[in-house]
């Protein structure tokens, strides 16, 4: 058989199939948009029939008010991108060395690994809100000099301790779910044990915990809105501030609305990103995984 | 129906025309390129050529896991490739076993045996067992039924899953290079199960196959029909002493002089 030159023109037992797919393609897409219609009413039906809806939306949904704090609540938003941005480049690098450290042989690095387990036992257990109030009250306590004592700083510190140790872990599940074998192989072929891990054994950890990283990015980006607490002003803050004279609590929901239109891209972003790289864990690579019918 | 009837019997199998391929465009590659086939109930049809020439996919394709481009699959004379069957219940009527044996390996062997009568066929559990047992029995694991597959040599998991695939009385068993990937000394008691499933058979009934393999012997001592698959297409078929003894091909006698 030569290649490309393939006579065959589809019968018409294979045309009636197609027409049959395609007819059950599109009775899907009408019980999926019915169904959608029908509980997109169901909900708005019982929200706006709610005996104090008038009321609630006059209280969380006031265009006029919106509008009006959007520029505060906006700019507030611009400090927790900073913060989000700072803390998950901190977060990915050191919980990416802890990583290591933990899981390495190399005699001498016995204190640091001691040390890389107290860090995440003692900061994957504390509720972060309770790092916030310790770090954010406890530091400008001790009045060093040389220690910033803006709150962003501090609830940006208390974010970055907490989720490197998440990040840890979640590397160090990566880095042991690559086969021994892959180092076997590696060493074999005469690569240092730091080699091996370099070259081998890191990149295959990374490719399994694409995923699980990006959610925890995800999650950070809208944790950096707990710097609040210590009085930063960010987006919630932000909010919080307009809320006071007047009992409306539109900027509450304008702080939500921004923080969706960054994570929601953001996550899609991920995924697209992740299923371009063919990186969607145990699919890749087997032909014919998907059963039809 | 007596095995391999010649003319008068409809046959329980029949692929006519059948075409696949996998991709679109420029990186469209055609897999099935028109292929004819019968399987006659009671007998044992044996597909063999080199890696790529289409036997894996035609087998999924008669176990309705891929969909054809074109061409018929008739189960009892029933069109199953047409989309408006009820696949899940053409394939209860079927069972394959895969080179990889696919085992659950969260289930004990028992459960493995006895997912598909509880769960597709509606037996009480404790029927099911009883048949699981007794299917155990026949392929020599009922000391294994308690066992969790990893604990079970690549034969004896094979064995588990022929047990499992022939448990629920399936019509027609797909074997899917089953010996590729046992060490050679496993090798054996597979074939010879399979050779006492087509001698013996299961309640008295010889097992009928379609069979995809490497194992020359094996085709040439249980086959009532060789057919030679080379690019998708059939080259050659007949009785394994005419396609194995005396190939008319050039592809075919290609094939088989590479093997030696």
Known sequence: MTAGADPWVPSPRAAARDAFRRAQRRRAVLVASVATVVVVAAVVYVVTTAPGWERAREAFFSPERAWEVLPEVAEGLWLNLRVWVVAGVVGLVVGMLLAVVRTSRIPALFPLRVFAVVYVDVFRGVPLLLVLLLVGFGLPALRLPWLPVEAAFLGGLSIVLCYTAYLAEIFRAGIESVHPSQVAAARSLGLTRAQAAWRVVLPQAVRNVTAPVASMLVSLQKDSGLISILGAVDAIRAAQIATTGDYNFTPYVVAGVLFLLVSIPLTRLVDAWSARQGWRGELRGVSGAGVVR | ????????????????????????????????????????????VVVVGSSGSGKSTLLRVVDLLEEVDDGQVLLDGEDVADPWVDADAVRARLAMVFQQYNLFPHLRVLDNVTLAPRVVHGMRRKDAEEAGTAMLERVGL??????????????????????????????????????????????????DLLLSLRTEGVAGRPTTMLVATHEMAFARDVADEVVFLHAGRVHERGTPAQVLGDPQHDRTREFLRRLR
Request: some cysteine; glycine content about 12%.
């Open chain 2, 142 to 191: 009922a000391d294994k039924a308690r066992a969790y597959p990893d604990q079970l040599s690549g034969g004896q998991q094979q064995r588990a899953a022929i047990a499992r695939a022939l448990v629920s009385g399936p019509e027609l068993l797909l074997l899917d290079e089953v010996t590729s990937a046992l060490d050679p000394e496993l090798v054996g008691e597979v074939l």
């Open chain 2, 1 to 44: 129906m007596s095995a391999g009837a010649p003319g008068g019997a409809e046959p329980l199998l029949s692929l006519r025309d059948v075409r696949k391929s996998f991709g679109a465009g420029a990186d469209r590659k055609v897999v099935l390129d028109g292929v004819d086939l019968d399987v006659t109930a009671g007998s044992c």
